[in-house]
C-alpha cells in the first residue's frame, strides 16, 4: 500500500500539465503574474510601470501582443472617432499599446488572489485572449 502512494505521489505532478506562471511585477505589497486560460496561448506581453501598489498607484499598463483575427469580416473601429491607437492596426500587426490607470487602493486581507481577463472584439464577443493573473498580497515591507 505504502508504495502505491508515494508512486501516485510523485507521478501527480508530472502526469498534470500546470500552467506556466508569466512574471508581471513584484512590489512591496504584492507579487502579480499571470497565465493563459484558454487553449489559444497567443504570445502576449504584459507589464506595468511603475509596478501595481495595492494601496494605491497610478502609471501605465503595457500590453504587445499579435491578436488573432475572425473568420467573417466585421467593423471593429469606424475609422473617425476611434479612441484606441489599434484601430489602426492592420490584420497581423503587432498591437503594442499602454493603458492608463489610477486607483486609491483596494481593501482586502493579506492572501493569494485569482482573477481572469478577457479581451473580446465584436458583436459576436470574439475572445482575443484570456489570462489568469495571480496577485500574492503581502503585508507591506516598508
Same mark, same amino acid.
Given at each position: 500500500?505504502? &508504495?502505491?502512494?508515494?508512486?501516485?505521489?510523485?507521478?501527480? +505532478?508530472?502526469?498534470?500539465?500546470?500552467?506556466?506562471?508569466?512574471? !508581471?511585477?513584484?512590489?512591496?505589497?504584492?507579487?502579480?503574474?499571470?497565465?493563459?486560460?484558454?487553449?489559444? *496561448?497567443? +504570445?502576449?506581453?504584459?507589464?506595468?510601470? &511603475?509596478?501595481?501598489?495595492?494601496?494605491?498607484?497610478?502609471?501605465?499598463? /503595457? %500590453?504587445?501582443?499579435? +491578436?488573432?483575427?475572425?473568420?467573417?469580416?466585421?467593423?471593429?473601429?469606424?475609422? /473617425?472617432?476611434?479612441? #484606441?491607437? !489599434?484601430?489602426?492596426?492592420? *490584420?497581423?500587426?503587432? %498591437?503594442?499599446?499602454?493603458? +492608463?490607470?489610477?486607483?486609491?487602493?483596494?481593501?482586502? &486581507?493579506?492572501?493569494? #488572489?485569482?482573477? %481572469?481577463?478577457?479581451?473580446?472584439?465584436?458583436?459576436?464577443?470574439?475572445?482575443?485572449?484570456?489570462?489568469?493573473?495571480?496577485?500574492? /498580497?503581502?503585508?507591506?515591507?516598508?
Amino acid at each position: 500500500m505504502l &508504495p502505491f502512494i508515494l508512486f501516485s505521489t510523485l507521478l501527480s +505532478p508530472i502526469l498534470t500539465e500546470s500552467e506556466k506562471q508569466q512574471w !508581471f511585477c513584484n512590489s512591496s505589497d504584492a507579487i502579480i503574474s499571470y497565465s493563459y486560460c484558454d487553449h489559444l *496561448k497567443f +504570445p502576449i506581453s504584459i507589464s506595468s510601470e &511603475p509596478c501595481i501598489r495595492l494601496r494605491g498607484t497610478n502609471g501605465f499598463v /503595457h %500590453v504587445e501582443f499579435i +491578436p488573432k483575427l475572425p473568420k467573417r469580416k466585421e467593423v471593429l473601429c469606424h475609422g /473617425h472617432d476611434d479612441d #484606441y491607437s !489599434f484601430c489602426r492596426a492592420l *490584420k497581423g500587426e503587432t %498591437v503594442n499599446t499602454s493603458i +492608463p490607470f489610477s486607483f486609491e487602493g483596494i481593501l482586502f &486581507p493579506k492572501g493569494h #488572489y485569482r482573477c %481572469v481577463a478577457e479581451a473580446i472584439a465584436g458583436d459576436t464577443e470574439e475572445k482575443l485572449f484570456c489570462l489568469n493573473f495571480t496577485i500574492i /498580497h503581502r503585508r507591506d515591507v516598508n
